[in-house]
Every structure is written in structure tokens, then in C-alpha cells.
T-cell receptor
Framework: NAGVTQTPKFQVLKTGQSMTLQCAQD?????MYWYRQDPGMGLRLIYY???????DKGEVPNGYNVSRLNKREFSLRLESAAPSQTSVYFC????????????FGDGTRLSIL | GESVGLHLPTLSVQEGDNSIINCAYS??????FIWYKQESGKGPQFIID?????DKRQGQRVTVLLNKTVKHLSLQIAATQPGDSAVYFC???????????????FGTGTLLAVQP
């Protein structure tokens, strides 16, 4: 089972460039999430989508946009990359309803020079 | 236990021993907790979860204990193996976040190093 698939796995950008990170899940989950993981900090929520057609800001949304393309796919876009956005980005999905674990992809490692 | 510093706390154990990883959670209103395992270069992998109406839950070789009085969560791994070497972190869901999204707060993790 593929679970949550993220592309690309690695990317290097120059400051000011734009980039879209792709995420797809095959578990028929309604909810999807984007996180960033930085050294010494827990995962921080950037944006989430409770269901197809809805998106909401998380803890650190500035500098990012998202699109819930369909039930399977949830993309994260950096319009004008900044060095502070160098991080590892994780996509996750979960079933609808309370008390459901989130399942993660293997991440995109993004460096912005 | 968990730390917000730049260096993860490390638990070093011998292969075959039992491991106990601790987590102090932040919000007394949190009602659902998850333990994740993260290997180098991989995403977090779900291990086990527990709801606040329970104080213990067992899985295969793992047990999670919840002490709501002191806001403490622990993960016990029986007969630790080299393949258990990874960063382990807990996540909590506060009922106040609401909705069907299960927004979680994540700890920074503990590195488990298993010595052969």
C-alpha cells in the first residue's frame, strides 16, 4: 500500500522562486494536512483540509498557499521562497471524525538559498 | 523525556531490554494522544494511540500509559530491537480545537539508540 506519497523528495530553490509540493493519498481519507519540521521543534501545521473543497490555516500559514485538488490530492505552494522556509515538509491524512490518527508521507526536503 | 532544545534527549538501551520513553503534554483538556516513530529520512509512523478515558493500552510489543493527573504519557517497548532505533514523539489533541480535523500538537521527540 502506498499510503501518502509526496513529490519531490528533495528540492533546492533560489530565494524568490516558486514551487509546488505535491501530495496524494490512497486511503480514501477526507482530511489532509501540511506540516513543516525544523530542528528542535515539533511538527507545525501549515494548512489543513477537513474535506474536499475546504482549506483552513494552521499555526504557520504565512508564505504558503494550498489547493485541495480532489479527495486524493492536496498541494502546497510557495509563491516566493525565502531562506526561512528551508525545512522538511510532511503531508498527512486522516479519516473524518474525532480521535483519528494522522498518517504521514516521507517528506520533501526543501533548501532555499 | 521531551525537550524543546536543539538537541534531542537520547535513551540508550541494550538489545533485548525494555525501553520507556516519556512525554509531558501541555494541555489538561487534551483528550487523545498518539505515539509516532520516525526513522532517519522517513516520515512519522503511527505506533499506538490512547483516549483520555483510558490509562493503559497495549499493542504488539508496545504499551502506552496515560497519567492525566500529572499530564504524563509514556511508551514502553518490550524486548527492544535494533530496528526500534528512531526518534519517538508524542502528539496530543485538545478537544478545544474541535471539528473533524484532529489538529494535533507534537512534541520534539526522544532519540532511542539500541546497542547490539
Amino acid at each position: 500500500n502506498a499510503g501518502v506519497t509526496q513529490t519531490p523528495k528533495f528540492q533546492v530553490l533560489k530565494t524568490g522562486q516558486s514551487m509546488t509540493l505535491q501530495c496524494a493519498q490512497d486511503m480514501n481519507h477526507n482530511s489532509m494536512y501540511w506540516y513543516r519540521q525544523d530542528p528542535g521543534m515539533g511538527l507545525r501545521l501549515i494548512y489543513y483540509s477537513a474535506s474536499e473543497g475546504t482549506t483552513d490555516k494552521g499555526e504557520v500559514p504565512n508564505g504558503y498557499n494550498v489547493s485541495r485538488l480532489n479527495k486524493r490530492e492536496f498541494s502546497l505552494r510557495l509563491e516566493s521562497a525565502a531562506p526561512s522556509q528551508t525545512s522538511v515538509y510532511f503531508c498527512a491524512s486522516s479519516r473524518t471524525g474525532s480521535d483519528q490518527p494522522q498518517h504521514f508521507g516521507d517528506g520533501t526536503r526543501l533548501s532555499i538559498l | 523525556g521531551e525537550s524543546v532544545g536543539l538537541h534531542l534527549p537520547t535513551l540508550s538501551v541494550q538489545e533485548g531490554d525494555n525501553s520507556i520513553i516519556n512525554c509531558a503534554y501541555s494541555n489538561s483538556a487534551s483528550d487523545y494522544f498518539i505515539w509516532y516513530k520516525q526513522e532517519s529520512g522517513k516520515g512519522p509512523q503511527f505506533i499506538i494511540d490512547i483516549r483520555s478515558n483510558m490509562d493503559k493500552r497495549q499493542g504488539q510489543r508496545v504499551t502506552v500509559l496515560l497519567n492525566k493527573t500529572v499530564k504524563h504519557l509514556s511508551l514502553q517497548i518490550a524486548a527492544t530491537q535494533p530496528g526500534d532505533s528512531a526518534v519517538y514523539f508524542c502528539a496530543e489533541k485538545t478537544s478545544g480545537y474541535g471539528g473533524a480535523t484532529n489538529k494535533l500538537i507534537f512534541g520534539t521527540g526522544t532519540l532511542l539508540a539500541v546497542q547490539p
